[in-house]
């Protein structure tokens, strides 16, 4: 009996042990509140509301650049929220954008359809032919 090979039950035991550390080390680092999986969804997030902030700014550019082509038109007056809706929903599809509330030119709010289960409410005021520095801000509806 002397001249057997094989592991111990010590062994197999410490082996278990430091396969259990193992896996709920790896459990916590996954679900954990600074996990990967966290952090995904927050980095999508961001980069939705980026987006559709960069959507709207890229409509108001473009609803200005033509605009200024019509010197006898006062692109102050043109820039309101059903033009930013229009502008938004040539680029991309009818129906991506709505206005929900809001004055022609100073405050209100557009709902943006990011996809067919996720909408969001976008607010923001308008000044000067443009958008109010730091006044976007981005509500998940769903």
Not at 4 to 10: D, E, P, V, Y
Not at 33 to 57: P, V
Not at 80 to 103: K, P, Q, W
Request: glycine share 8%; no cysteine.
């Amino acid at each position: 009996m002397k001249n057997q090979k094989g592991i111990t039950l010590i062994a197999l035991v410490i082996t278990i042990i430091v396969l259990l550390i193992l896996a709920g080390v790896s459990i916590a680092m996954l679900t954990g509140q600074n996990g990967i999986l966290t952090q995904a969804n927050n980095a999508q997030t961001s980069t939705i509301e980026a987006e559709i902030k960069e959507e709207i700014n890229l409509a108001v550019s473009t609803i200005n650049a033509d605009l200024y082509d019509d010197i006898s038109e006062n692109k102050y007056e043109a820039l309101n929220y059903d033009t930013i809706v229009e502008a938004i929903n040539a680029d991309h599809g009818a129906n991506t954008a709505s206005t929900t509330s809001g004055t022609a030119t100073t405050g209100g709010t557009i709902t943006y359809n990011y996809t067919a289960t996720k909408s969001y409410t976008v607010d923001f005021d308008i000044e000067n032919g443009g958008i109010k520095d730091n006044t976007i801000t981005i509500t998940p509806n769903n």
